[in-house]
C-alpha cells in the first residue's frame, strides 16, 4: 500500500489533494502518514479521520487544544508547531504534497526529500528560495521531485521522451490577473478583493493577489530555472487570458509543444500522483469548437514590475531568490492588512533588493539552509521598513 502525506492538506492545492486521495480510494488504497494545517483544525481533523492519518499537525500552537478535542477517539496523533510539522516531513512516505503557501513549505519539502520518495511540489516558494538546495539534497538522497504547480506540470509533460538539450524556449501562459484590463494608471487604487476577483482559477486567496499583480509569474519563471536547468534567456511569459494552455516548450527545430486542459489543479495533482502512468481524473474536458479562439498578448513591463525584477534576481544568482521571495510575501502581508497599495508591493520589492543584495555575498550557488534563513530573515526586515515608509507616505 503507497503511505502518503499532505503538507498544507487544508488549503486549496491541499483540498483538491485529498479529494483526488478519496476518489482513488482513500483508507482503503493509501496509508496517510501525516496531514498538516495552519489554524483551521476542524477541517484538518475531520480529513485526518477520513484517511485515518498517522499524525495531523497545525502550525499553530494555539490551535492544539482545539484539535486533539476533534480527535478524541479517532487514533490520530495531534501535534502542533513549526518543529511538530517538520517532524512530521521526518516520518517516512512514498508521495509527499508539498503545499504550504509560503517560505513555511520549504523546511518540511527539504527534510521529506531525505527519505528518497517523491516530492509532489506545489510550493514553488521553496525552488525560488532554495533551488540549488532542493535540487541537491533530491539528488543526495535519491529523491524524485514532481511538479505540481500547472506550468510546470504541462512543460514537464511536454518534455517526455524529450532530451532537455533539444529545448529553445520555454513559454509561461499567464492569465493576466484580476485586473488585467484595467487602465494603467487605476491600477494604484485597486483593493484586495477587486484583485482577488481571478478571470479563471479558484486558489488561496495569496496566490490570486499575486497572479494578479504577476508576482506568481516571476517566481514560475524562477521555478521554471531551478526546476529544468534552463537558462534565463530561455524562458518567457505571454498573456493568454482563456487559461486554456498551461505551458509551451519550443525545440530548435522550430516545433512547439502545448499543453492544454481545463483550469482545474487536479490535473497536474492527479499526474503527479499517477506519474508515470495517467489515470483517468475527474476534470472537464476541453470543447474545442465551442472554445473555438485561443488569444494571446505580450506583458506590459509597466503594468507587471514583478516581470523585470525577475530578470534581475535570476542575473544575481545566489541568495536573490529568498531575498526576493521574502520580501514579496512581507509587501502582500501589508497590502492585505490596507497599508500599502497595489502596485507599492513591486515598489517594496524593489527596495528591498537594492538595499540586501549589496549586504550580503549573492555569487554562490552552494548555499545552506542557514543562509537561506538569514537572507529570509534580513529581507523581512528590510521590506517591513520599506513598507512603513510606503505606508506614512499613504496616510498623509
Ligand atoms: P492556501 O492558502 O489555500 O493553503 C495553504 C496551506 O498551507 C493551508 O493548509 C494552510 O493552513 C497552510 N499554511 C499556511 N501558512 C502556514 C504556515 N506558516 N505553516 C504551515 N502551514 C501553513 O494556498 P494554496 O493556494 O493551496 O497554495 C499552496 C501552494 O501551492 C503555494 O505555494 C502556491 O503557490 C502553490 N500553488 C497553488 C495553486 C492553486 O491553484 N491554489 C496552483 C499552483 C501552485
Ligand atoms: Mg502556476
Same mark, same amino acid.
Given at each position: 500500500?503507497?503511505?502518503?502525506?499532505?503538507?498544507?492538506?487544508?488549503?486549496?492545492?491541499?483540498?483538491?489533494?485529498?479529494?483526488?486521495?478519496?476518489?482513488?480510494?482513500?483508507?482503503?488504497?493509501?496509508?496517510?502518514?501525516?496531514?498538516?494545517?495552519?489554524? =483551521?483544525?476542524?477541517?484538518?481533523?475531520?480529513?485526518?479521520?477520513? #484517511?485515518?492519518?498517522?499524525?495531523?499537525?497545525?502550525?499553530?500552537?494555539?490551535? #492544539?487544544?482545539?484539535?486533539?478535542?476533534?480527535?478524541?477517539?479517532?487514533?490520530?496523533?495531534?501535534?502542533?508547531?513549526?518543529?511538530?510539522?517538520?517532524? &512530521?516531513?521526518?516520518?517516512?512516505?512514498?508521495?509527499?504534497?508539498?503545499?504550504?503557501?509560503?517560505?513555511?513549505?520549504?523546511?518540511?519539502?527539504?527534510? &521529506?526529500?531525505?527519505?528518497?520518495?517523491?516530492?509532489?511540489?506545489? =510550493?514553488? %516558494?521553496?525552488?525560488?528560495?532554495?533551488?540549488?538546495?532542493?535540487?541537491?539534497?533530491?539528488?543526495?538522497?535519491?529523491?524524485?521531485?514532481?511538479?505540481?504547480?500547472?506550468?510546470?506540470?504541462?512543460?514537464?509533460?511536454?518534455?517526455?521522451?524529450?532530451?532537455?538539450?533539444?529545448?529553445?524556449?520555454?513559454?509561461?501562459?499567464?492569465?493576466?490577473?484580476?485586473?488585467?484590463?484595467?487602465?494603467?494608471?487605476?491600477? &494604484?487604487?485597486?483593493?484586495?478583493?477587486?484583485?482577488?476577483?481571478?478571470?479563471?482559477?479558484?486558489?488561496?486567496?495569496?496566490?490570486?493577489?499575486?497572479?494578479?499583480?504577476?508576482?506568481?509569474?516571476?517566481?514560475?519563471?524562477?521555478?521554471?530555472?531551478?526546476?529544468?536547468?534552463?537558462?534565463?534567456?530561455?524562458?518567457?511569459?505571454?498573456?493568454?487570458?482563456?487559461?486554456?494552455?498551461?505551458?509551451?516548450?519550443?525545440?530548435?527545430?522550430?516545433?512547439?509543444?502545448?499543453?492544454?486542459?481545463?483550469?482545474?489543479?487536479?490535473?497536474?495533482?492527479?499526474?503527479?500522483? =499517477?506519474?508515470?502512468?495517467?489515470?483517468? #481524473?475527474?476534470?472537464?474536458?476541453?470543447?474545442?469548437?465551442?472554445?473555438?479562439?485561443?488569444?494571446?498578448?505580450?506583458?506590459?513591463? &509597466?503594468?507587471?514590475?514583478?516581470?523585470?525584477?525577475?530578470?534581475?534576481?535570476?542575473?544575481?544568482?545566489?541568495?536573490?531568490?529568498?531575498?526576493?521571495?521574502?520580501?514579496? %510575501?512581507?509587501?502582500?502581508?501589508?497590502?492585505?492588512?490596507?497599508?500599502?497599495?497595489?502596485?507599492?508591493?513591486?515598489?517594496?520589492?524593489?527596495?528591498?533588493?537594492?538595499?540586501?543584495?549589496?549586504?550580503?555575498?549573492?555569487?554562490?550557488?552552494?548555499?545552506?539552509?542557514?543562509?537561506?534563513?538569514?537572507?529570509?530573515?534580513?529581507?523581512?526586515?528590510?521590506?517591513?521598513?520599506?513598507?512603513?515608509?510606503?505606508?506614512?507616505?499613504?496616510?498623509?
Amino acid at each position: 500500500m503507497r503511505s502518503i502525506s499532505i503538507f498544507g492538506a487544508t488549503g486549496s492545492v491541499g483540498e483538491s489533494t485529498f479529494d483526488l486521495i478519496c476518489r482513488a480510494g482513500g483508507a482503503k488504497a493509501f496509508r496517510t502518514v501525516a496531514l498538516t494545517g495552519a489554524r =483551521n483544525v476542524a477541517r484538518l481533523a475531520e480529513m485526518a479521520r477520513v #484517511l485515518r492519518a498517522e499524525v495531523a499537525v497545525c502550525a499553530d500552537e494555539s490551535c #492544539l487544544p482545539d484539535l486533539r478535542a476533534a480527535l478524541a477517539g479517532s487514533g490520530v496523533q495531534a501535534a502542533a508547531g513549526d518543529a511538530a510539522i517538520a517532524e &512530521a516531513a521526518d516520518r517516512p512516505a512514498d508521495w509527499v504534497m508539498s503545499a504550504i503557501v509560503g517560505a513555511a513549505g520549504l523546511v518540511p519539502g527539504l527534510r &521529506a526529500l531525505r527519505h528518497g520518495g517523491t516530492l509532489a511540489l506545489a =510550493n514553488k %516558494e521553496s525552488l525560488v528560495t532554495a533551488g540549488p538546495l532542493l535540487m541537491a539534497t533530491a539528488a543526495a538522497h535519491g529523491a524524485r521531485l514532481l511538479p505540481v504547480d500547472s506550468e510546470h506540470s504541462a512543460i514537464f509533460q511536454a518534455l517526455v521522451g524529450e532530451d532537455i538539450a533539444s529545448v529553445e524556449r520555454i513559454i509561461l501562459t499567464a492569465s493576466g490577473g484580476a485586473l488585467r484590463d484595467w487602465p494603467l494608471p487605476a491600477l &494604484a487604487q485597486a483593493t484586495v478583493k477587486e484583485a482577488l476577483a481571478h478571470p479563471n482559477w479558484a486558489m488561496g486567496q495569496r496566490i490570486t493577489i499575486d497572479s494578479a499583480s504577476m508576482f506568481n509569474k516571476a517566481l514560475e519563471v524562477i521555478e521554471t530555472r531551478e526546476f529544468f536547468g534552463v537558462s534565463p534567456d530561455q524562458i518567457e511569459v505571454i498573456i493568454h487570458p482563456e487559461s486554456l494552455i498551461h505551458s509551451l516548450v519550443g525545440f530548435q527545430d522550430g516545433a512547439i509543444m502545448a499543453h492544454l486542459g481545463a483550469p482545474d489543479m487536479r490535473h497536474a495533482i492527479g499526474y503527479a500522483l =499517477n506519474w508515470p502512468d495517467r489515470a483517468p #481524473l475527474p476534470v472537464a474536458r476541453l470543447d474545442l469548437a465551442q472554445i473555438a479562439t485561443l488569444s494571446f498578448r505580450a506583458p506590459d513591463l &509597466a503594468r507587471y514590475p514583478a516581470l523585470r525584477l525577475c530578470r534581475e534576481v535570476m542575473a544575481a544568482r545566489g541568495l536573490a531568490g529568498a531575498v526576493f521571495n521574502a520580501a514579496k %510575501e512581507i509587501a502582500l502581508d501589508r497590502f492585505l492588512d490596507g497599508g500599502i497599495g497595489f502596485m507599492d508591493m513591486a515598489g517594496v520589492v524593489e527596495d528591498t533588493l537594492a538595499r540586501v543584495m549589496p549586504e550580503m555575498c549573492l555569487e554562490t550557488d552552494v548555499m545552506t539552509l542557514e543562509d537561506i534563513q538569514g537572507a529570509d530573515h534580513l529581507a523581512r526586515v528590510r521590506a517591513a521598513e520599506a513598507a512603513a515608509v510606503l505606508a506614512g507616505r499613504r496616510a498623509t
